[in-house]
């Protein structure tokens, strides 16, 4: 096949997707964090991973705005040259502060930071651990090293710990990695029997939080605080652009090796680093997450009111409130139609469709924010039930 006639699928699949492409969504304004325009309807954000609601924090913008002043509007240069400025290197210093590490790595986004870390950390020889149902960018660092990938089924740490058996002694040169919360279900890895298992059989952990930072953990380090496992746990990668409301990522160690990964890694080395703005955008937002602890508090709460919303609708979205949760539809066709609606309806979840959904579901996946009103909550919940709830497709589905 030539190479540009492989297009013809992807136009097929395109045409599928019908004339509202759930790829191609423009958000044509924003009033804030959690209400936008799109399609010319007032919307409510309902997918937005914006958990602590930052990105229209007013201590957070004029920041950006100083940093652009005094520093410019980009560095024009990648970290190992010209694009390494005191404020990189200030927000390193209280990324591993705030872990209590002795040291970070900022990344140009989360997905460098994935990859970045797994380039430095493993090679051809080396095996990895994965669950399942790692984000994509954890698959793609596996495969930029080349190491030999050992799946293991999501969430399960006696699956784990049957595939380190199977190394032999191999296990105790294992990288295991794992999310602390899942980006799609929204369900939180079991992440002090996974640190068990790595600890006895002499492997090291990689735990990626990127949709735990600020979420989870009493100040906000995420599962592997609530876990109790920061002794433990041999890496955590996070990203900037969820609850920190910017861009960009970090890998932050109790292992001093950490600060020699940036001479072994392409995805630090051959990229352009974080803006001024964005890194005092970011700092500033740390210092936020630090010190008002009432944004976790409030997320929680309008989870907690999404998740009691949507479970008395009869919707099955997980057990627990969690600031991501998806609802399972019977098939694609269902899916898209319902995503659809939704948006008519003025609100905007994520669409996941297979393959993008574990287990190859067709998801609608919303994600709370701080920001969230309860009227704002109120309309999701309102909305998912006109379209959603008891649809003979919903009930088919769920065996209802
Ligand atoms: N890890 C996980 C678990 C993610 O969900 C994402 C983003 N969806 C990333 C890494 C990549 O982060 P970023 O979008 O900031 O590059």
């Given at each position: 096949?030539?190479?540009?006639?492989?297009?013809?699928a992807?136009?097929?699949?395109?045409?599928?997707?019908?004339?509202?492409?759930?790829?191609?969504?423009?958000?044509?304004?924003?009033h804030?964090?959690?209400?936008?325009?799109?399609?010319?309807?007032?919307?409510?954000?309902?997918?937005?991973?914006?958990?602590?609601?930052?990105?229209?924090?007013?201590?957070?913008?004029?920041?950006?705005?100083?940093?652009?002043?005094?520093?410019?509007?980009?560095?024009t240069?990648?970290?190992?040259?010209?694009?390494?400025?005191?404020?990189?290197?200030?927000?390193?210093?209280?990324?591993?502060?705030?872990?209590?590490?002795?040291?970070?790595?900022?990344?140009?986004?989360?997905?460098?930071?994935?990859?970045?870390?797994?380039?430095?950390?493993?090679?051809?020889?080396?095996?990895?651990?994965?669950?399942?149902?790692?984000?994509?960018?954890?698959?793609?660092?596996?495969?930029?090293?080349?190491?030999?990938?050992?799946?293991?089924r999501?969430?399960?740490?006696?699956?784990?710990?049957?595939?380190?058996?199977?190394?032999?002694?191999?296990?105790?040169?294992?990288?295991?990695?794992?999310?602390?919360?899942?980006?799609?279900?929204?369900?939180?890895?079991?992440?002090?029997?996974?640190?068990?298992?790595?600890?006895?059989?002499?492997?090291?952990?990689?735990?990626?939080?990127?949709?735990?930072?600020?979420?989870?953990?009493?100040?906000?380090r995420g599962?592997?605080?609530?876990?109790?496992?920061?002794?433990?746990?041999?890496?955590?990668?996070?990203?900037?652009?969820?609850?920190?409301?910017?861009?960009?990522?970090?890998?932050?160690?109790?292992h001093?090796?950490?600060?020699?990964?940036?001479y072994?890694?392409?995805?630090?080395?051959?990229?352009?680093?974080?803006?001024?703005?964005?890194?005092?955008?970011t700092?500033?937002?740390?210092?936020?997450?630090?010190?008002?602890?009432?944004?976790?508090?409030?997320?929680?709460?309008?989870?907690?009111?999404?998740?009691?919303?949507?479970?008395?609708?009869?919707?099955?979205v997980?057990?627990?409130?969690?600031?991501?949760?998806?609802?399972?539809?019977?098939?694609?066709?269902?899916?898209?139609?319902?995503?659809?609606?939704?948006?008519?309806?003025?609100?905007?979840?994520?669409?996941?469709?297979?393959?993008?959904?574990?287990?190859?579901?067709?998801?609608?996946?919303?994600?709370?924010?701080?920001?969230?009103?309860?009227?704002?909550?109120?309309?999701?919940?309102?909305?998912?039930?006109?379209?959603?709830?008891?649809?003979?497709?919903?009930?088919?589905?769920?065996?209802?």
């Amino acid at each position: 096949m030539s190479l540009l006639a492989k297009f013809q699928a992807v136009a097929e699949v395109r045409r599928s997707l019908g004339e509202v492409d759930p790829t191609k969504v423009v958000i044509e304004r924003l009033h804030s964090p959690t209400l936008g325009v799109i399609n010319g309807v007032a919307t409510v954000l309902a997918g937005t991973n914006n958990y602590l609601g930052l990105t229209f924090d007013a201590a957070g913008v004029a920041a950006g705005r100083q940093a652009i002043q005094d520093a410019g509007t980009g560095t024009t240069g990648s970290r190992m040259a010209n694009g390494t400025y005191a404020g990189h290197v200030a927000l390193e210093a209280e990324i591993a502060d705030f872990y209590g590490y002795p040291h970070a790595v900022v990344f140009s986004t989360g997905y460098a930071a994935n990859l970045g870390t797994l380039a430095a950390l493993l090679g051809p020889e080396d095996a990895v651990l994965l669950d399942a149902d790692a984000h994509a960018s954890l698959y793609d660092g596996c495969r930029l090293c080349q190491a030999q990938v050992y799946v293991f089924r999501h969430n399960d740490s006696s699956s784990l710990d049957a595939r380190l058996t199977r190394l032999g002694e191999r296990a105790a040169n294992a990288l295991v990695v794992v999310e602390g919360l899942y980006s799609v279900l929204g369900d939180q890895a079991p992440l002090a029997e996974i640190a068990e298992v790595k600890s006895r059989r002499g492997a090291l952990l990689l735990v990626d939080e990127a949709h735990s930072l600020g979420v989870a953990g009493e100040q906000g380090r995420g599962v592997v605080e609530a876990a109790g496992i920061l002794d433990q746990v041999d890496f955590v990668v996070g990203t900037f652009s969820k609850s920190l409301g910017t861009m960009g990522g970090f890998c932050t160690s109790r292992h001093e090796e950490l600060a020699l990964f940036t001479y072994a890694s392409r995805p630090y080395m051959f990229t352009a680093s974080p803006s001024p703005a964005t890194v005092e955008c970011t700092r500033s937002a740390l210092r936020a997450l630090r010190n008002r602890p009432e944004l976790k508090a409030q997320l929680w709460r309008n989870a907690r009111q999404l998740h009691q919303g949507l479970t008395q609708l009869g919707l099955q979205v997980g057990e627990a409130p969690s600031p991501v949760m998806a609802v399972r539809l019977a098939d694609r066709t269902e899916a898209l139609s319902a995503w659809r609606k939704l948006l008519e309806e003025g609100v905007y979840v994520n669409l996941m469709l297979p393959p993008a959904a574990p287990s190859g579901g067709s998801l609608l996946r919303m994600s709370v924010s701080a920001a969230h009103k309860p009227q704002e909550i109120e309309q999701i919940v309102a909305a998912m039930g006109k379209v959603v709830a008891k649809t003979d497709a919903y009930l088919r589905s769920t065996g209802k």
